[in-house]
């Protein structure tokens, strides 16, 4: 057979299920590609990670067209034996790191995110040694509650006795860092940063002891960083303010539905306020809205 690949979302970040699907495709003796538009297919799979995403709308030529991933609200876990495979890099030569999840699924329910819905409860997944690249002593995990199941922090335990380098890209639960695991993490060789959430303002006395625990094990407080998630912007900015003064790098995530609703405007602009660390540092946010009103004759 002869597979075409699109990842949806471009080529910033490897899609794992579209490294899966290349790796089966090629033991089962088909040959696998990035789509082109000049060949037809026998079969092209689309996938789209994320819902704010926009569909990939070109005709394609192929006797059948499978699409999936959270972009498409498809939450169906990949089959089996694909699920099985390792991933296939070549697909990302560009891409030096691993990337997995060491365990699936979480143990909240927030009402804003779509993990409890697509994943259900948490469970192992992999270790971190099936995560591994030969080639590469680097691994990005994709864990939504790596602190939350026993079999994650048995592998952060053994990791820290290893010469990887790491990073927990969904950010840790900040209400299970205790003074045993922020142990456990300061361990660790971080890539950069130490990413916790701060999704409510009632997380920002639990982020401050996370921060306190892992600055006592060792880590430096530059490496600490927070997602915010940005509902009310004047709540939102009550949090950003409070994790600066903490010494965390705040890093503000504008809410959208299930669907990919877009963002207001003041939401974007108040996220682009906190991710853009010059602007951050060199006015209020108070003074930038002004300034955005202003341009846009409001
Ligand atoms: S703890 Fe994180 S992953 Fe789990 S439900 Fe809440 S936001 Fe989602």
Redesign the pocket.
């Known amino acids: 057979m002869k597979i075409g690949l699109i990842d949806v979302d471009g080529h910033h970040f490897p899609n794992l299920a579209l490294m899966r699907l290349a790796a089966w495709h090629k033991q089962q003796g088909d040959t696998v590609e990035w789509w082109s538009g000049f060949t037809h297919y026998d079969r092209v799979y689309l996938s789209k990670v994320f819902t704010f995403t926009p569909d990939f709308s070109t005709v394609i030529d192929a006797d059948e067209v499978i699409t999936g991933g959270t972009g498409y609200q498809d939450y169906r876990d990949l089959p089996l034996e694909v699920e099985a495979a390792a991933p296939d890099y070549s697909i990302y030569p560009q891409y030096k790191r691993a990337v997995g999840f060491l365990t699936r699924g ?5 009402p ?2 779509i ?2 819905r697509k994943e259900g409860q948490i469970r192992p997944a992999a270790t971190w040694e099936q995560i591994k690249r030969p080639d590469s002593r680097e691994i990005i995990f994709l864990d ?2 790596v602190l939350a199941l026993e079999h994650g922090l048995e592998q952060i335990d053994r990791m820290g006795r290893e010469t990887v380098w790491v990073d927990f890209n ?2 840790l ?1 900040a209400r299970l860092v205790s003074a045993q695991s922020a142990a456990m993490l300061a361990r660790l060789h971080w890539i950069r940063f130490v990413r916790l ?1 701060c ?1 409510t303002s009632d997380m920002l006395p639990v982020v401050e002891q996370a921060a306190a625990y892992l600055q006592e094990a060792g880590v430096k407080i530059w490496r600490l960083w927070a997602y915010v998630l940005v509902q009310d912007v004047p709540d939102a900015h009550q949090r950003v303010l409070a994790l600066e003064r903490m010494g965390i790098t705040p890093f503000a995530q504008p809410y959208r539905d299930f669907c990919g609703t877009e963002p207001s405007s003041e939401q974007k602009a108040f996220a682009r306020w906190v991710n853009t660390r010059q602007v951050f540092k060199s006015c209020t946010w108070e003074d930038y809205n002004d300034s955005r009103r202003e341009r846009n004759g409001r």
């Open positions: 979480c143990v909240r329910q927030c804003w995110c993990v409890p939504n509650n969904q950010g639960d959430s999704d």
